[in-house]
């Protein structure tokens, strides 16, 4: 089962690809996980992306392109995968239909005065990658993970004029994937603005009902 996960920043992408992954047995394929850890670790890939990152711009499509074509020869993608956060561009949508086949790309529809409330604050755990809100989704414990424990940290693209400019960059670059997927029958659009809990359900129970008619 080949997925990918569309939405603007902060509709939560992370949170349910990561629940979805578990469920389904597939890996979470995050391109901003991937970059983040490049950055962390002054890669020569970490190097190019950094500057474009910290200020809310897209990575050129080359350099993405070919981190997500290594990544899927990797053995754990024979079952399928889900892609949180790529493809972003059209001419990236185009390149992994060449790549690979994409049997639904599913889109969580949350408007951008929640996206704005839930990146605000949002904490992320730098180890596992779960992200937490203290006002919408709060840890158990103030600061740690629940997963692993360890100290949870504020992303440095999450100050406000940053995720202004991811927003805008998102209208303008990503939006028109909606309709991409939409003219070749392949996507399955959801509320987002609902709990995690609930989203996560939906998105199960959308999937399970493709799979269980032999439509994925
Ligand atoms: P990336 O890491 O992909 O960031 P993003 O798209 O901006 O999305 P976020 O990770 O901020 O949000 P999310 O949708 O995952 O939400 P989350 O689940 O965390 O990309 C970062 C940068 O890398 C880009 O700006 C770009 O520079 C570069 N990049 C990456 N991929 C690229 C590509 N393909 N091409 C070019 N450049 C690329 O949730 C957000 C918050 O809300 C959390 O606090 C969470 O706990 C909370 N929350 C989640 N769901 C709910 C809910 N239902 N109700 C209430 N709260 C909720
Ligand atoms: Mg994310």
Do not use: H
């Amino acid at each position: 089962m080949n997925l990918v996960l569309l939405g603007a920043p902060g509709s939560g992408k992370g949170t349910q690809s990561s629940r979805l992954a578990k469920e389904f047995g597939i890996p979470q394929i995050s391109t901003g996980d991937i970059l983040r850890e490049a950055v962390k670790n002054k890669t020569p890939l970490g190097q190019k992306a950094e500057e474009f990152m910290k200020s809310g711009r897209l990575v050129p499509d080359e350099v993405i392109i070919d981190i997500v074509q290594e990544r899927l020869k990797q053995m754990d993608c024979v079952k399928g995968y889900i892609l949180d956060g790529f493809p972003r561009t059209i001419p990236q949508a185009e390149k992994l239909d060449q790549l690979s086949m994409i049997q639904r790309a599913l889109s969580l529809d949350v408007s951008e005065e929640e996206c704005v409330t839930r990146l605000s604050g949002r904490l992320t755990c730098p180890q596992c990658k779960l992200t937490f809100n203290p006002s919408t989704n709060p840890p158990k414990k103030a600061d740690s993970c629940d997963a692993c424990g360890t100290k949870l940290i504020l992303r440095d693209d999450d100050k406000p004029e940053t995720v202004k400019k991811r927003l805008k960059v998102y209208n303008q670059q990503t939006e028109p994937l909606i309709n991409f997927y939409k003219r070749s029958g392949r996507l399955l659009a959801v509320d987002g603005s609902k709990d995690p809990e609930n989203v996560f359900k939906t998105l199960k129970n959308l999937l399970q009902s493709k799979i269980s008619t032999g439509v994925i």
